[in-house]
């Protein structure tokens, strides 16, 4: 059965950073995109990225609204995927979700406050 | 960037009666390998979301069959036959042909 459990999450100030975890089991980590998915408080659902598997480079791509602050990555041996977010913002306030695939299965979340 | 529109926001429904959601993206989702990369989702309250339909049409596993999708291009709809008080929750459609993926702005089925 697959299960992706987030970690990380918590409040944190504004211009600080933060690294999300999101650990996989149930699968061949290593032969899949993993992607992340974030929703505001009471609100909808955003694409943050996604990290290739290291068969297609483990390149990724990013949201236009965390482009140059948030970076993916990944730890194949360990089947873990990273946000590593940093310059936080206000408006990064959110449940984060962790996905394999392009959404197929999701996580329960990690709630990440930024706030003073 | 592909910006997807939902209808209705709010859906008011009667149990074991029908009811649809539409989907519209701003452009084409068919792909260059021919696949339409289309989702709906559903997620209940307090839980996290969860895919119910892939490529358009295709069921995952474990929904019910009175879930079906269908649409092409543009245009798209979720359809539940039977509605039933499990069903109650928000619906996204999402693309993810063209980068960045977008979710459309989601549609609460209420009872």
């Given amino acids: ?116 | 960037d592909v910006v997807m529109t939902q209808s209705p926001l709010s859906l008011p429904v009667t149990l074991g009666q029908p009811a649809s959601i539409s989907c519209r993206s701003s452009q084409s989702l068919v792909y260059s390998d021919g696949n339409t990369y289309f989702n709906w989702f559903q997620q209940r309250p307090g839980q996290s979301p969860r895919r119910l339909i892939y490529k358009v049409s295709n069921r995952e596993s474990g929904v019910p069959d009175r879930f079906s999708g269908s649409g092409s291009g543009t245009d798209f709809t979720l359809k539940i036959s039977r509605v039933e008080a499990e069903d109650v929750g928000v619906y996204y459609c999402m693309q993810g042909t063209q980068w960045p993926y977008s979710f459309g702005q989601g549609t609460k089925l209420e009872i």
């Fill in chain 1, 1 to 116: 059965e697959v299960h992706l459990v987030e970690s990380g999450g918590g409040l944190v100030q504004p211009g600080r950073s933060l690294r999300l975890s999101c650990t996989a089991s149930g699968f061949t980590f290593g032969d899949y995109v993993m992607s992340w998915v974030r929703q505001a408080p009471g609100k909808g659902l955003e694409w943050v990225g996604f990290i290739r598997s290291n068969t297609y480079s483990g390149t990724t791509e990013n949201a236009a609204s965390v482009k140059g602050r948030f970076t993916i990555s990944r730890d194949d041996s360990k089947s873990i995927a990273y946000l590593q977010m940093n310059s936080l913002k206000t408006e990064d306030t959110a449940v984060y979700y962790c996905t394999r695939g392009f959404a197929g299965y999701w996580g329960q979340g990690t709630l990440v406050t930024v706030s003073s």
